[in-house]
């Protein structure tokens, strides 16, 4: 994955878990990501990357659980 789409993801990431308080986040080259949450959680989103998804199928692939 290229620097921009990276950022895509952790937008993406960002705008499905809006709630959220998110610490920060890191995008693997195959699009895996782990989010760090303010509390110090750790979480894993291994979601394969669909470029042009709509917004509903990019908000329920980002979701932190």
Not at 8 to 37: M, P, Q, R, Y
């Amino acid at each position: 994955m290229t620097d921009s789409e990276k950022s895509e993801v952790e937008s993406a990431i960002k705008a499905a878990n809006s709630g959220v308080e998110i610490k920060s986040i890191t995008v693997n080259d195959d699009g895996a990501a782990s989010v760090t949450l303010e509390n110090g959680t750790t979480q894993e989103i291994n979601s394969t990357v669909v470029k042009k998804a709509t917004t509903s199928e990019t908000t329920s692939k980002y979701r932190c659980n």
